[in-house]
């Protein structure tokens, strides 16, 4: 059995006292890939956003256990490539650094130890190429690999994708969710994926929770994605 | 040229003032950087003005308060500093409070501090027996002494906000680049929020006071905005900023003193040019 690092209990989220999703439960072991599903406006972001500590949970409970070393398990974030300002004159090195600096005093500067760490993740992404350019500058698959490379960066134990492959072309969207199984494997971390993208849920995920208006779904890629009960759950969100 | 040495002479009136335009310029193009990084440059014209208002409030108290206070005790800095920024960090962590909100116009709220705060100023000086005697220039922009320990408070002030810059540059650029990754790494966001938004309450209140409010705005912002057109990363951008702000005060001073001209208006208009040429070099060098 893997070690548990995030369990939901009956957990609602929203904003503002504003409930979005209510009677959330489910876990994240170490080692598992849970895809997160839904239509528009299901509240993916906001059930992200609570998981991630960005926002309080409405109700219910977000229990963190320890991770091995006995701290509160590290998220390793991938945020849509398509956020950032390109006012900020930063290198995909730069940015991919940034992973490293929640182990970095403040007031310290980075050592160079982190520096090659970084530029180590930056290369096992294959990033390493275009690491030097701009950031704001790189394609959307760049952007991505360069922000995969910072999540690994800060050694996660939960690494959290929030639409990594949005805009960004289907050769590019296979090698990245490659990549990333294989780290899953290698590292032994858990993959928590926001998507829209069936094919990739279907080859990648072994737990769907599939976010629909009035239920949440649950159960493997083959038991939730199978003709018949797609027809079920699209018809709901017809409706 | 021969003012130049002028007014780099130890014996030289207005050798403080000179010394004051230059700090003044090296840490309000730093804090501008992150105002235009954040697309925060609005508060950068609200906050001067708003830093005035204190300034004005403050130097007005004593006579509210049927206090006798002479011409002599009136020139210190450190009634006016008080005033200036309890007004500009109050301001801006209320302003920044509300921006974090996302309700209502954030334009619109900065905009009528400006002028709510700008017309305050006047009515509050309007009514000032003392107001004549110095504030009314520095509003304007013009030339005025600096004492020694003014001069020493400037710099100490300006030089911990350079420091903390510099120091934690790291986090404050985190913070600012991407706050979902700075709040997943376990870092204090709100408190590195506080301490840029103090930094720049700082930064503002001492340029207000020594070279007003109308050069503090242009250093802010029309550095950084030079200095990003040239600049291909972070260390660059701030150096940048620094070296055109530094510069620029300088002979803005020494043009002002040569054709006898408000120092304020001088910088600022010599800040916008070397915006102008640098927008069109690098039209061309791209």
Request: aromatic letters at 8%; charged letters at 15%.
């Amino acid at each position: 059995m893997n070690q548990t690092l995030v369990t939901l209990d009956d957990l609602s989220v929203g904003y503002g006292g504003q409930t979005v999703l209510s009677g959330i439960s489910f876990s994240i072991a170490r080692g598992g890939f849970t895809a997160l599903l839904g239509a528009n406006g299901t509240g993916k972001s906001t059930l992200l956003k609570t998981i991630l500590g960005l926002q309080p949970p409405i109700a219910g409970r977000l229990h963190l256990h320890p991770n091995a070393g006995g701290n509160r398990p590290v998220f390793g974030y991938v945020p849509q490539a398509t956020q950032f300002d390109p006012l900020y004159l930063l290198s995909g090195f730069d940015v991919a650094l940034m992973g490293t600096f929640g182990r970095v005093r403040a007031g310290s500067r980075v050592p160079r130890e982190e520096k090659e760490f970084a530029a180590h993740c930056l290369r096992a992404t294959g990033a390493e190429d275009f690491a030097r350019r701009r950031f704001a500058e790189l394609s959307g698959g760049q952007k991505q690999r360069v922000l995969i490379a910072r999540a690994l960066a800060s050694r996660p134990d939960v690494l959290v994708l929030d639409e990594p492959t949005a805009g960004v072309d289907h050769a590019a969207t296979h090698a990245v969710m490659e990549f990333i199984s294989q780290v899953r494997r290698d590292l032994n971390i858990a993959v928590l994926l926001v998507t829209h993208d069936f094919a990739v849920v279907r080859r990648h995920a072994d737990h769907v929770v599939w976010l629909t208006p009035g239920a949440v779904l649950q159960g493997t890629a083959d038991e939730l994605m199978n003709a018949r009960k797609m027809a079920e759950i699209l018809e709901m969100e017809t409706d | 040229m021969e003012t130049l040495f002028h007014i780099l002479a130890p014996d030289f009136l207005l050798r403080n003032s000179v010394y004051a335009s230059l700090l003044v310029g090296i840490a309000c193009p730093l804090v501008g950087v992150y105002l235009v990084l954040r697309r925060l440059v609005f508060m950068g014209v609200a906050l001067p003005q708003v830093s005035s208002t204190g300034i004005a409030i403050a130097l007005s108290l004593p006579m509210w308060l049927g206090l006798n206070v002479s011409a002599e005790q009136g020139e210190g800095h450190a009634l006016p500093f008080a005033g200036s920024i309890l007004f500009t960090v109050a301001a801006i962590l209320l302003l920044a409070f509300m921006e974090r909100r996302g309700r209502g116009v954030p334009e619109g709220r900065l905009g009528v501090s400006y002028v709510v705060c700008a017309a305050l100023s006047v009515l509050i000086l309007a009514k000032n027996p003392h107001g004549e005697m110095g504030l009314l220039d520095l509003l304007k922009g013009e030339v005025i002494t600096i004492s020694n320990a003014d001069l020493a408070m400037t710099a100490g002030a300006l030089g911990a906000v350079l420091v903390a810059i510099l120091l934690f540059h790291k986090e404050l650029l985190l913070v600012s680049f991407d706050r979902a990754l700075a709040v997943t790494l376990g870092k204090r966001v709100t408190f590195w929020d506080v301490l840029l938004y103090l930094l720049i309450g700082v930064t503002v209140s001492m340029a207000v006071l020594s070279v007003g409010p109308l050069i503090a705005f242009g250093l802010l912002l029309i550095p950084a905005l030079t200095a990003h057109l040239f600049a291909s990363n972070m260390r660059q951008f701030m150096a940048l900023s620094v070296v055109i702000g530094a510069a620029s005060s300088f002979f803005g001073f020494w043009l002002s003193y040569t054709c006898d001209l408000p120092v304020g208006p001088t910088d600022v208009v010599l800040l916008g040019a070397v915006y102008a040429a640098g927008w069109i070099a690098a039209r061309f060098l791209k």
